[in-house]
């Protein structure tokens, strides 16, 4: 008989982390265990939502399901693809369930799936929102040579005029939503001029069919849609705007419709980033399995916590490895989970 409980964990973050939406000192996700081993992770946004009480609840509803399951294999997975629960409880329940399937048949996760194997991962390490000689100090003290600003703050203007300062790193920008559409016209101008390639989200979902105008004559330029892109009927509602995708688990509802989307981007010659909300690495472990799909990787989220609770997948500055022993997904630090479990 399954054995599937769920916890809540407060893990608390290194610093306060700021995007143009909101900002938190500690993010707290619901984990999903099966056999008191296989997990999955729920993470949802601080801004965006849904609830905590939202997510557990459809976790509890996918979970009965499950339960009355005999045989797992990837038609389960494509069954839970279909569940009616929020895609965040969705995307947990897959991967605790795909996780399961690999510890149970002692193949990789990826295999399963038939993807490639996660090999030569270089992530971005995010910089949230700050003063600019905070964020130009924490670009230049930074151990990795891609970074990620967030931006679409009151300080854009004169973070871009200090920009020119820093050297030897790839800088990309985030600006979720932030900017309006002349804001990011003049920001896209000046971005360009420092060499930035990668903008994710400069206007918020509304003004997508504006973007490419927005570039003007900056074709190097790349605008990744994040915001509002969860499905392949996403995709094709924006795809004629847009330079490329950043997928994340969470709004995709898993992995079968992230590779999905990942598939119908490529074939279209569209980049595909790979992204995740603040979570473990237990929660990034599905975009990792998939990660020979994505021309870029935003996988940071363990960076940003005070501790991992998991292992499984480590960091060596900006490159992800995966250990050998991930059959079966990564595995919890029993200590710290027991020790940030909230009530």
Not at 76 to 85: E, G, M, R, S, V
């Amino acid at each position: 008989m399954l054995d599937i409980r769920t916890i809540k964990v407060s893990m608390p973050l290194k610093k306060k982390f700021v995007v143009s939406k909101g900002e938190a000192t500690a993010k707290t996700n619901l984990i999903a265990i099966l056999n008191n081993r296989y997990g999955g992770e729920a993470a949802s946004s601080v801004h965006y939502g849904p609830s905590l009480p939202e997510i557990e609840a459809d976790l509890h509803k996918g979970i009965a399901k499950i339960k009355r399951k005999r045989k797992f294999d990837r038609k389960a997975l494509q069954q839970i693809n279909k569940y009616d629960i929020h895609p965040i409880a969705r995307s947990a329940l897959m991967a605790m369930v795909l996780n399961y399937i690999s510890g149970e048949s002692e193949r990789y996760p990826w295999e399963i799936l038939e993807l490639g194997a996660p090999v030569g991962i270089r992530s971005s390490t995010t910089i949230g929102i700050d003063d600019p000689g905070s964020v130009i100090d924490a670009i230049k003290e930074s151990e990795y040579s891609i970074v990620k600003l967030k931006m679409g703050g009151e300080f854009d203007a004169e973070l871009i005029q200090r920009l020119n300062e820093i050297s030897g790193k790839e800088i990309r920008v985030d600006a979720n939503g932030g900017w309006s559409s002349e804001k990011a016209e003049e920001m896209i101008f000046y971005l360009a001029k420092l060499g930035v390639v990668v903008i994710e989200q400069p206007t918020d979902l509304e003004h997508v069919a504006d973007w490419q105008l927005l570039k003007g004559k900056n074709e190097d330029v790349e605008l990744i849609l994040d915001e509002g892109l969860c499905t392949v009927a996403d995709y094709n509602e924006h795809a004629e705007h847009i330079d490329g995708v950043n997928i994340k688990m969470e709004k995709s509802g898993g992995i079968l419709e992230a590779v999905r989307v990942a598939k119908k981007a490529r074939k279209e010659k569209k980049k595909v980033m790979l992204g995740c909300m603040v979570e473990s690495s237990l929660g990034i472990a599905q975009s990792v399995y998939m990660s020979s799909l994505a021309d870029y990787h935003d996988l940071d989220a363990p960076l940003l916590l005070e501790t991992d609770i998991a292992q499984g997948i480590t960091y060596d500055k900006d490159s992800i490895h995966v250990d050998r022993e991930i059959i079966g997904g990564p595995s919890l630090k029993r200590d710290l989970v027991e020790k940030y479990i909230s009530e």
